[in-house]
């Protein structure tokens, strides 16, 4: 049985009982309680991965979050201590043979995007909201569709975002966008109009609730979007986007320019950025609050 306290009664897209096992990732990365939480870090940024189990001789003990690291990196200088210090040890585990329904309920009551797979009791694997996206995409695949479809005022949002990122349209179909998400291992799509404004976001989470909608139809991404996404100018402070991803759930935010998609800033980023600059990051973070 799940550690856990979700009793889903969804059923899986497919009719059959599919189990963790069938989709898990195994071999995931993991972070030792007692290494340092600059290790922790510097995986997470290798990995580009939104978290890691934890473990000691035991087995799995707990999870540090990128977002526990980036309140870290942004609150202080230096940070001392081990992983263990800093850890959340409240942690949704799977039995390996447990239904995927059960860890679709979970994954879309709550705000963490991945739960932890176990064997006799032991860190076996990891199963994501990308992991049932891809396992249950070809739902909602077209009957017809082929078989291949910084200043004084500390670093900006220009100085930190990525380009060139991919978008949908609110016409595209709704399995276009499952299939960008699966194949290029990104947790949202920004949604834009003919002028490339930007006006909406459609997310793991919209598709895990219509993946799991026994009433849902095939559709265009305008019905699933979510509309008013979190968007900050170009030439917003960094600091200001810092606090922004530590004080809320989702680990991304789209840069505009006159309501123009130019870019996005992830909490990696922002966590590479700090790693890399760290110095001129807290000197300039020193002086913004003393203007203040």
Avoid: W
């Amino acid at each position: 049985m799940a550690n856990s306290t979700f009793s889903a009664t969804v059923q899986c897209p497919t009719g059959e009982k599919t189990k963790a096992k069938d989709i898990a990732q195994y071999g995931v990365a993991s972070i030792d309680k007692n290494a340092s939480i600059y290790q922790a870090i510097a995986l997470m940024i290798k990995k580009n991965v939104s978290g890691l189990p934890v473990v000691d001789e035991s087995g799995l003990v707990g999870v540090i979050t990128e977002k526990d690291a980036l309140r870290l990196l942004c609150d202080s200088a230096f940070v001392e201590g081990c992983v263990g210090d800093y850890m959340t040890t409240r942690v949704v585990t799977f039995d390996e043979e447990d239904d995927i329904a059960d860890i679709c309920r979970c994954l879309i009551n709550n705000s963490f995007r991945r739960v932890f797979v176990t064997h006799e009791g032991k860190l076996a694997g990891i199963v994501t909201r990308a992991d049932l996206i891809k396992a249950n995409k070809n739902k909602f695949r077209p009957q017809a569709a082929g078989d291949s479809l910084t200043t004084d005022a500390g670093p900006a949002a220009k100085d930190v975002m990525k380009s060139g990122l991919l978008y949908v349209t609110k016409a595209t179909p709704v399995y276009e966008a499952m299939e960008i998400m699966a194949t290029k291992n990104v947790t949202g799509l920004p949604v834009v109009d003919e002028y490339i404004n930007l006006v909406g976001v459609i997310s793991e989470k919209d598709m895990l609730k219509m993946l799991y909608d026994p009433t849902a139809k095939p559709g265009l991404v305008e019905d699933y979007m979510t509309s008013g996404t979190v968007s900050f100018d170009k030439n917003t402070s960094l600091f200001e986007i810092c606090r922004c991803l530590v004080d809320n759930n989702f680990r991304r935010v789209f840069i505009v320019d006159g309501g123009k998609l130019l870019g996005i800033i992830s909490r990696t980023d922002v966590m590479a950025y700090i790693m890399q600059n760290r110095s001129r990051f807290f000197s300039q973070k020193q002086k913004v609050t003393a203007s203040k």
